[in-house]
């Protein structure tokens, strides 16, 4: 089992910035995929980032590419999400993933989320 809490959400106005961290307990860290997805209201849950087990490797969705940064602590069980220049259609609930396997599609494991809302 994988336990997540995030933390760093908040209301912020357009242009603004934030970062989202995500600990994780329960399993060795340093061999998890992590990942993080949001929710807007009324929609589905969509794929931001993902980063592999070093940190060396990184992936983005079209819609956070060259805003968004994740990255990764392994000494510190944390995995970050760095959010710059925010829009109001950044606002939503965002959730930290992990997998053992990929955390772009489907991870196994989620955390409860924390609320960005991007005021215009």
């Known amino acids: 089992q994988v336990q997540l809490l995030e933390s760093g959400g908040g209301l912020v106005q357009a242009g603004s910035s934030l970062r989202l961290s995500c600990a994780a307990s329960?399993?060795?860290?340093?061999?998890?995929?992590m990942g993080w997805f949001r929710q807007a209201p009324g929609k589905e849950r969509e794929f931001v980032a993902t980063v592999g087990w070093s940190g060396s490797w990184t992936y983005y969705a079209d819609s956070v590419k060259g805003r968004f940064t994740i990255s990764r602590d392994n000494a510190k069980n944390t995995v970050y999400l760095q959010m710059n220049s925010l829009i109001p259609e950044d606002t939503g609930v965002y959730y930290c993933?992990?997998?053992?396997?990929?955390?772009?599609?489907?991870?196994?494991?989620w955390g409860q989320g924390t609320q960005v809302t991007v005021s215009s």
């Open positions: 993933a992990a997998d053992t396997i990929t955390a772009r599609t489907n991870p196994e494991y």
């Open positions: 329960g399993r060795t860290f340093s061999r998890l995929y």
